[in-house]
């Protein structure tokens, strides 16, 4: 597509209950990542894949979150047993290579954990 | 790990004012670094980078970042600011990802 989609833009959840978060890079884009934005936290790292080596997962913030990209091209954040402090942003990007720092950003998904 | 710092978190401006919003870097070698800006319910957008040479950087909508090695800063500069320029604005250091400051939020009184 022309760029980074998201979905849902916007996510109300219980507390406790499990969420799920796509993502769909720009074809071709070998270059995928999620960050989390927080109101006065600025934008904070989760998760980077790049084509068929094994995921950076060192900012995922707990084993409740984890992330997945199947065929080289969609992605799916999985936050399970959501608490209140999960609510915030959820943003992913692309990019085309390793070596091009050209990164696009989806819009995000708003998640509200009540 | 590089990293980058912000430290104005929300700076308001009036129309015709010029800005300064400071960026500090960790690392003292090779360093290549980034502006985004984030308008109110749009997309990050890349606004200027800096990789190698002239460290006075000019990016879009009349911004520019100067690249201060001895000060380990890369602050952005507008002359004259628009309300049109009200946004958050992020700087980026890439390591295997692009790493965000805090982010400065920019209010332009009309």
């Known amino acids: 597509g022309a760029g980074v989609s998201q979905s849902p833009s916007n996510k109300v959840t219980e507390k406790g209950k499990d969420v799920e978060l796509r993502c769909d890079p720009i074809?071709?884009?070998?270059?995928l990542y999620w960050y989390r934005q927080s109101l006065g936290q600025g934008l904070e790292f989760l998760i980077y894949?790049?084509?068929?080596?094994?995921?950076?997962k060192s900012g995922l913030p707990s084993d409740r979150f984890s992330a997945e990209r199947t065929g080289g091209s969609v992605s799916t954040l999985t936050i399970q047993r959501t608490q209140q402090e999960d609510s915030a942003v959820y943003l992913c990007a692309s990019r085309q290579d390793r070596g091009n720092y050209g990164y696009t950003f989806g819009s995000g998904t708003r998640l509200t954990v009540v | 790990a590089q990293s980058v710092s912000q430290h104005n978190h929300h700076v308001i401006l009036s129309e015709a004012a010029s800005l300064e919003l400071g960026c500090n870097y960790s690392y003292g070698g090779t360093v290549n670094l980034f502006w985004y800006v984030q308008y109110p319910g749009q997309h990050l957008q890349l606004l200027l980078k800096?990789?190698?040479?002239?460290?006075l950087v000019k990016g879009i909508k009349g911004f520019e970042a100067e690249f201060i090695k001895s000060k380990f800063s890369f602050n952005l500069r507008k002359p004259s600011v628009q309300w049109s320029d009200t946004a958050e604005y992020f700087c980026a250091v890439p390591n295997n990802d692009m790493r965000f400051g805090a982010g400065t939020r920019l209010t332009v009184k009309p």
């Open positions: 074809s071709g884009h070998t270059a």
């Open positions: 800096y990789f190698s040479g002239d460290p």
């Open positions: 894949f790049q084509g068929n080596s094994a995921p950076d």
